[in-house]
């Protein structure tokens, strides 16, 4: 005998984190910019309300209910209620233009919405492309009258229903939930997650985020504060942990800054995470400065954690470091965590705390992270060699929504494909260089373009710097810069492939990697949003050379 | 679409926990008796060489593969390497009787034996009644020659095999491990564990374990030495939680407290966990008054943490705790963690703590916990109200090897039956009062026999005290004391009714609780190992009452 029968299978299910908070009775709350606050019995009877509310709207196993609103109580409701309730909770990116909001929401199926007031204007402009929408509930923060057509306000529909006793159970493999992802190109892609997948994410972050003992931690004596958007890869997963936990937790509602300071300071905030661009806004407001910010403890994701942010953090005694992962890992693959066995008896241990705090860090519990070449082998975990960042995790979307072509290319040879260009370094720190399309893949080698793009912004006389491949019958690809010299500085393209070739005869840098042409140029080419349109640049490249 | 299909099924194996050390190349050490030290690599690559010694010794998907060993690398080594490939680890209880070792290494069906030169004399009493074991491993710290007919020397055996460049893959829910747990009566009873049952179970500690964030925690930066032999429920899985961060672990091989005390203070050891009496001894030992052991966190569990023993640790500046569970919990059920939102603002913090540091404790993630009379109706969580302790965890034994009537007992109400009776306060802590099968159950209620004893020997003449239910028409059962007088006192049968009486007035018992009869005798009937023998006085109580 090797498999055994079990007289009791015991399903990773969602309702079962919330289980822990009401047993032991937490005295803690649940705080929705300082005015809501909800004890954890109180939290769980609304979860049960909301559990009645879908029953009566007959929403069912697998039922898609969307959801548009702010960071808050009501959002972790959904968090919970609509899983639990055997539904797939679609949580929609209000960021994205309206167009997409209506073909997100429409592909996902979504037969039940939850619309906070703000987002009324929108709805109304696409109301008539979501044909599948069946019934739409108000969310409102001041008296907004109920629509037309709505089934109604969700705090009297709460306050009417009867409650659902208990949940259903099901298996731990059954859908949990959705939300899209958008690439530079083509339509929003929709990722999906199961209640396992969920459940195991939740002890992955936790064991992954106590385990340095030298940064890092989350306990039930911290209290939790996200600055990443609830629609946005669940909160990296934070809000079901800081639930288990019976942790106090707050919601800002809309982003303002000096809420945000605010709610920092009075509620006694010691964990958060964000984007770079959040955290640098919030220690430059004015208010920041009379602030203690040294018990915060802030985990940086969504892009590199800069430098100078980093060490403005932590000269402001906060405990700041990176951590990495995407939409369709769930998303944390790894936390840039500190060692003792590295760092103790470092000639200059601080200087050396910033670089890891820097990298996207060490794989947490049950990631397995590799950097691969085109044919899937393993490049050296040297810190230098480059591939392409594939992972396997317990928590990993099994593809896109009614996309079989990106699912194969997401899981190609049974890896999920990040897009993603980095190092490994002998201690198993990865650290990402650049996305895979923008990677210079030259005589076999991979050559990052933000890599040069940061040796060129050394020079002096360079304001703005973007670095393409273009196509090379010999070498595969050659690099291309294109640069935007500083107002009344001077420099020409030899002096900039010297300033390159430099770097590159110090062993930086590959010989391959200088650029074999220097495009002195008014204005770099961005797209809508301001970033490189490094497209257009290939394209401009390619005519250059022709 | 609820349910999905994946391209890729991440199976929850126990060879993925050694990934994570390797591929981040601890620099810590596996270190046994201060005497080897093995880097992670080092010791991966023995994992891999004890694969290739049981594919040469005809092992296969569940081999029964049984250990007897002290607390060693060696130990370590087949935690890992037995279940990677895929057969299955029996760890033999070296303290049985000769006769329960065969017994339980016969029942398992291993045929192959790893065991230590220290219980060859054990072995060649028992070996003809052990007919399935067809290979049999020397294990040695000495210049021990190889009996005959055994298969060869672990050293020698790992030098010479070629190693397995891989493990199998299986399913999940294959089984990985096996042990027998004794009671009072009938034969040893095995248990079994999956290896997604003992993946989860790591990542439950070590939630567990860092959740309070008051007391507790386990990280990279620790020092791990286990005081409970790697027989007794995988030292409570501590091993595989300590594995997967890299830390540095101390093992002791055969338990000296001279040896204990050195290596805890030469490899500065910062965890550990035991049963009291080892504590006891410990602390208690001439060489640890010189000893600083304000580093050292602890874990008690096995039986209840003693207030004395506690206070006295805590003098010492230890971190100590208690935890509970049993063989068939995997173990960790529940750690007695600290609360602030209880503790802050208590006018006696100090003297709460320590009543929190003693009780069982909480549930960690994902256990559910229940306290149930007979008919499994939930009890009042008031923390006086006591009922049978049952649970569901994703880390149980789904029963008893080839005993079908204890397992469907174990799972009655599809529940496992811990046989222990407690009471849950208001803020989910348990609390272990009584075996279920002393506990007395008069007039509706269930009476702790141990909280009645420790009234009677609050009596200044009372020495030693025991109580025991007797079979009564009218309340179903009556309380009996026993109780030995201190030499040169006196106290007759009214007097201590009445001492127990005053308490029952005062309401801190229920006035049931009073014994109908307290008899004075000489000594208290005991078993073979010194503990109360309940059913003899059982007897002795009827034989007096009729």
Not at 110 to 131: G, K
Not at 392 to 403: F, Q
């Amino acid at each position: 005998m090797t498999e055994v029968t079990e007289p009791f299978r015991y399903r990773l299910l969602i309702g079962q984190l919330l289980k822990m908070p009401i047993a032991q009775a937490s005295r803690r709350e649940i705080v929705y910019r300082g005015d809501t606050r909800l004890t954890y019995p109180q939290f769980a009877a609304r979860v049960h309300r909301f559990g009645g509310v879908l029953r009566d709207l007959g929403a069912g196993m697998g039922t898609r209910v969307a959801f548009m609103d702010w960071d808050s109580h009501r959002y972790l409701e959904a968090y919970f209620a609509v899983p639990m309730a055997g539904a797939v909770l679609m949580m929609v990116n209000i960021r994205l233009s309206p167009e997409q909001i209506a073909y997100t929401i429409d592909h996902s199926g979504a037969e039940i919405l939850f619309v906070h007031a703000d987002f009324l204007p929108v709805l109304a402009a696409i109301r008539e492309r979501l044909p599948k929408l069946r019934q739409v509930v108000l969310i409102r923060d001041d008296d907004i009258a109920v629509p037309e057509g709505f089934a109604g306000e969700y705090e009297t529909m709460l306050a009417a229903t009867a409650p659902l006793d208990a949940f259903p159970e099901f298996d731990e493999d059954t859908l949990a939930t959705t939300f899209y992802t958008t690439g530079t190109t083509g339509l929003p892609k929709g990722v999906m997650f199961t209640h396992r997948q969920l459940v195991l994410h939740t002890l992955m972050v936790l064991t992954g985020i106590n385990m340095s003992g030298l940064n890092g931690g989350l306990s039930r004596e911290d209290v939790y504060m996200p600055l990443t958007p609830m629609f946005h890869v669940h909160a990296w997963g934070f809000p079901y942990a800081a639930t288990m936990l019976g942790m106090q937790q707050v919601y800002v509602g809309r982003f303002l800054p000096e809420v945000v300071l605010r709610l920092l300071v009075e509620e006694r905030v010691t964990v958060s995470h964000c984007v770079p661009t959040i955290m640098h806004m919030i220690l430059n407001a004015p208010a920041a400065k009379a602030i203690d910010l040294s018990r915060w403890r802030v985990v940086i994701g969504g892009s590199a954690l800069p430098r100078p942010l980093c060490e403005q953090a932590l000269a402001r005694g906060i405990d700041i470091f990176a951590g990495y992962g995407m939409s369709e890992t769930c998303p944390v693959m790894t936390l840039a965590q500190l060692r003792g066995d590295i760092l103790d008896g470092l000639p200059d241990r601080a200087e050396a705390e910033i670089g890891y705090r820097m990298a996207a860090g060490l794989p947490g519990p049950l990631v397995e992270v590799r950097i691969v070449d085109e044919a899937m082998n393993d490049v050296p975990h040297d810190g230098k060699s480059v591939g392409e960042v594939v992972t396997r995790t317990p928590a990993l979307t099994p593809g896109y929504a009614g996309n079989p072509e990106a699912s194969a290319a997401l899981w190609r040879g049974g890896w999920l494909h990040t897009g993603d260009i980095g190092t490994i370094d002998a201690d198993g720190y990865l650290r990402i260089v650049d996305r895979v399309k923008d990677v210079i893949k030259t005589g076999g080698e991979w050559i990052s373009s933000i890599g040069l793009e940061e040796i060129l912004l050394t020079h002096p006389a360079v304001s703005e710097a973007a670095v393409v491949g273009v196509a090379d019958e010999r070498w595969g690809e050659r690099p291309v810069a294109f640069v935007v010299l500083r107002a009344g500085m001077e420099a020409d393209e030899a002096a900039l492939r010297g300033h390159v070739q430099a770097r590159a005869d110090a062993g930086a840098i590959s010989r391959y990697a200088v650029p074999d042409r220097v495009h002195l140029v008014e204005t770099l080419d961005k797209t809508s949003v301001g970033k490189l349109d490094k497209k257009a640049m290939r394209a401009r490249a390619t005519g250059g050379a022709a």
